[in-house]
Nanobody, 121 residues
């Protein structure tokens, strides 16, 4: 399974960006799809997650500003980021939990390569 993340870039405070994470390869279905970030000098943190049924969860720091969604037909997750702040500057990583085959209940976690988001003040 390969993950292709895109959508990062440089934006001014108050602006918006939309990240995408497309999964490809041997996929029967994808359970959770998550976005993490690692800011300079900080540990990686979970930003948002969405289950296969559409339930979502968010870090307190992004609630009301970020929205996670997914397109199951495209095996793609999105992170709409509005009202961006300099504190949102980080490398954003997508993470998915994949079940490869109908006959195998095991799932495996995969990580994208990361996309840099820089928010200027």
């Amino acid at each position: 399974v390969q993950l292709q993340a895109s959508g990062g870039g440089l934006v001014q405070a108050g602006g918006s960006l939309r990240l995408s994470c497309a999964a490809s390869g041997t996929i029967f279905n994808i359970n959770a799809m998550n976005w993490y970030r690692r800011a300079p000098g900080k540990q990686r943190e979970l930003v948002a997650g969405i289950t296969s049924g559409g339930s979502t969860n968010y870090a307190d720091s992004v609630k009301g500003r970020f929205t996670i969604s997914r397109d199951n037909a495209k095996n793609t997750a999105y992170l709409q980021m509005n009202s961006l702040k300099p504190a949102d500057t980080a490398v954003y990583y997508c993470n998915v939990d994949v079940r490869a085959h109908r006959s195998d209940w095991r799932t495996y976690a995969y990580w994208g390569q990361g996309t840099l988001v820089t928010v200027s003040s």
